[in-house]
């Protein structure tokens, strides 16, 4: 039966990554465009839900290892000069750089104090990129950056972030799936346990905190790809604040949760914005239903049904064990 259940999800996978690559073609560029901002944010929910759903961790201003990958892109190809190829590897390396000196730090921490920490080191990152005028540029940020050529236009830019998410993706899983993992995951639940039985729980939030990076800096790489600029917005503490509502809404104890809920925030700014300003008062009254009604988020709910609807159909009939 869980054969059955594994090739029912592979297959809407499948027919998912078929729609998915057939929609530039068919779908108008803004809505291509829209997409592509979906998996941007995602790989960005994903890469903060690594830390905080799956590791435990008060990690309030994730997005400012967004901003460092998308600068050190920007001011590699701009100032530097540096092979296309070269800035790729680099910027996603620059901000697990910067996440293992900020995480050395607030590992020492437990808690609020923990996120406080945190806030206070990547504010002072936002501060460098907002004052240093002459290498950042400021507030008014650099612009026209040159990304390559296969990634020139808004559809080859979609194919792009698209191959690149899914990469990604597949990578995180592995490593949620693998001792590293599950040892993560243990020291979520009971540090004390873990570090009494030899556990060293600093050195795996650590660990963890980089890799996140990491996967925060590639979706900085890929911002750029698509929008072809950078401001100091992009380390701001106010898009953390909505990446963490996006692994809220869409359940952070699951691994594609936040898939789900940047789709949904991203959508809802997208849609709603259209129509009024104030889509944030939407997307607040949708959280305060969703703590009352679905606290385990949206994809959360969904597996709890599909976990139900399994066991149901793996039950043995009534009346089967009296018989035997």
């Excluded at 606290?295 to 597996?303: Q, T």
């Amino acid at each position: 039966m869980r054969k059955q259940y594994f090739s029912k999800s592979l297959w809407v996978c499948v027919v998912l990554l078929v729609a998915l690559l057939l929609a530039p073609p068919i779908l108008p560029r803004f809505y291509t465009y829209i997409l592509a901002v979906i998996f941007v944010t995602a790989l960005l929910a994903m890469s903060l839900n690594m830390v905080v759903g799956h590791g435990g961790m008060f990690q309030f201003h994730h997005c400012v290892f967004y901003g460092v990958g998308a600068y050190t892109f920007a001011l590699t190809v701009t100032k530097a000069g540096w092979p296309m190829w070269l800035c790729f590897v680099v910027s996603p390396l620059a901000a697990a750089l910067a996440g293992f000196v900020i995480g050395w730090f607030c590992v020492r921490l437990t808690s609020l104090y923990f996120g406080m920490l945190q806030i206070s080191l990547g504010s002072l990152l936002w501060a460098i990129a907002f004052r240093w005028y002459s290498l950042t540029k400021g507030d008014d940020g650099i612009h026209s950056i040159p990304v390559p050529g296969f990634a020139a236009t808004t559809s080859s830019a979609y194919y792009f972030i698209l191959f690149s998410f899914i990469l990604c993706v597949v990578v995180m899983y592995l490593i949620y799936k693998s001792p590293f993992g599950v040892t993560l995951q243990a020291t979520r639940d009971n540090p004390a346990r873990c570090s009494a039985v030899g556990i060293n729980v600093r050195r795996h939030q650590l660990m963890a905190i980089v890799i996140a990076t990491f996967f925060a800096g590639v979706a900085g790489v890929l911002f750029v790809v698509l929008e072809k600029s950078v401001f100091p917005d992009l380390l701001f503490w106010v898009l953390s604040l909505e990446i963490f509502i996006m692994c809220l809404l869409g359940g952070w104890f699951t691994f594609a949760g936040p898939i789900l809920g940047a789709a949904i925030t991203v959508a809802l700014r997208t849609f709603a914005g259209i129509y009024t300003e104030y889509w944030t008062l939407i997307l607040g009254v949708l959280l305060i239903l969703l703590i009352f009604f679905l606290p385990e988020g949206a994809m959360g709910f969904f597996l709890q049904k599909f976990e139900k609807g399994r066991d149901k159909e793996t039950a043995p009939p009534r009346g089967q064990h009296a018989e035997s």
